[in-house]
């Protein structure tokens, strides 16, 4: 069972940062891949970006640009830095880790952008 924490979630202005951490139990290089999703009331949840072992990442169209994913060197700490931040990406974000398709789950941290 992988345990996954995720922190720095809270209440920003339009245009502000957030960086949000995701701390794992067991390392990104044993898993395909880790990530963050969000999921905004009345919605799916959603894939934001993924980084791979091999530190390859991807992120979802509305994100690019804004918003970097990254990971310490142990493959344990998972971060996603957030800029130019929209009321449209209020969401609780998740963290995730895939182990080929085995998925675990963080408890999400709530970001809400308003002013």
């Known amino acids: 069972q992988v345990r996954l924490v995720e922190s720095g979630g809270g209440l920003v202005h339009p245009g502000g940062s957030l960086r949000l951490s995701c701390v794992a139990s067991?390392?990104?290089?044993?898993?395909?891949?880790m990530g963050w999703y969000r999921q905004a009331p009345g919605k799916q949840r959603e894939l934001v970006a993924l980084?791979?072992?091999?530190?390859?990442?991807n992120s979802a169209d509305s994100v690019t640009g804004r918003f970097t994913i990254s990971r310490d060197e142990a493959g344990l700490t998972v971060y996603l830095q957030m800029n130019s931040l929209k009321p449209e990406d209020t969401a609780l974000y998740y963290c995730n880790q895939d182990h080929i398709g085995i998925h675990y789950w963080g408890q999400g941290t709530q970001v809400t952008v308003s002013s």
């Open positions: 067991e390392s990104l290089f044993t898993a395909n891949a």
């Open positions: 980084i791979m072992g091999d530190g390859r990442t």
